[in-house]
């Protein structure tokens, strides 16, 4: 019988080790990462406890330390949830819909979105809640509530960047992703350019009810949503 020395075997363990790690920080740069859903900004797609993941290719491939995208991707797709962050040096991360398209001219009036000087009608609205159509068939649910949205523009999406706004259409909830800061205030509209894009929401893969201010946790355990779990992104 053969054996190895120790010195070989610690050795063989420190490259796996090591790959392993330079793979998993690969993946998490440029390919697919997680981030939690900490307000109801984006409601009811996405709730509170919520931890989604976010593909990084579809708009350019990005490498860490470098400023400009290695690859070119495409221009977002309208009704597409994305996450965006203004600028290189901004540390906060936004995940909003996709509501206007280069060229188009978007307004915000007494929280009712204008699109080309049309309004979006909400089908079938329960409890402030309903389905808002495009007429290029788009459609996705969103929610109203009071304060609404501060009026915005009329003004038109200049090429190169798109109009986002959040499902949930009320001041009094704002919000942000990020792993830095999970609290960060965020926009509840705006336009956003090309090289601002991060990632595309792809699906919810954990679901925690969040626990009310004050409330003691039951049992050992977070309480899972199971409902919600491994559901894509509508």
């Known amino acids: 019988m053969v054996t190895r020395p120790k010195r070989s075997l610690w050795k063989d363990y420190g490259v796996a080790i090591g790959v392993a790690v330079a793979v998993a920080f690969g993946i998490r740069a440029v390919g697919i990462e997680a981030y939690r859903i900490p307000t109801r900004a984006m409601s009811p797609a996405l709730e509170p406890g919520d931890t989604i993941f976010v593909a990084k290719w579809p708009f350019g491939l990005q490498l860490p330390f470098f400023d400009d995208p290695v690859t070119r991707g495409r221009m977002p797709h309208r009704g597409e949830v994305i996450l965006y962050s203004p600028g290189p040096d901004y540390t906060r991360y936004f995940l909003k819909r996709v509501v206007a398209l280069p060229g188009e001219i978007v307004q915000v009036r007494k929280g009712r979105l204008l699109i ?5 009608p909400m089908g079938n609205p329960v ?8 007429p290029d068939g788009v459609s996705y649910t ?10 915005f523009g009329p003004e038109k999406v200049a090429e190169g960047s798109v109009f ?8 009094a909830v ?7 800061e999970p609290r960060a205030k965020a926009r509840s509209w705006g336009p956003v350019k090309r090289d601002e894009l991060r990632g595309s929401a792809l699906w919810i893969w954990m679901s925690v009810r ?3 201010l004050g409330e003691e946790q039951k049992g050992l355990f977070p309480q899972l949503r199971l409902e919600r779990m491994f559901r894509r992104i509508p």
């Not at 969103?142 to 009026?151: Q, T, V």
């Not at 704002?174 to 830095?180: A, H």
């Open 164 to 171: 986002v706004l959040g499902d949930f259409r009320s001041q």
């Open 142 to 151: 969103i929610c109203r509530e009071n304060p609404p949205l501060e009026d």
């Open 116 to 120: 080309n000087g049309r309004e979006l």
């Open 174 to 180: 704002p919000g942000s992703v990020s792993p830095v």
């Open 210 to 212: 969040p626990r009310a």
């Open 127 to 134: 409890a402030g809640c309903g389905m808002e159509s495009h």
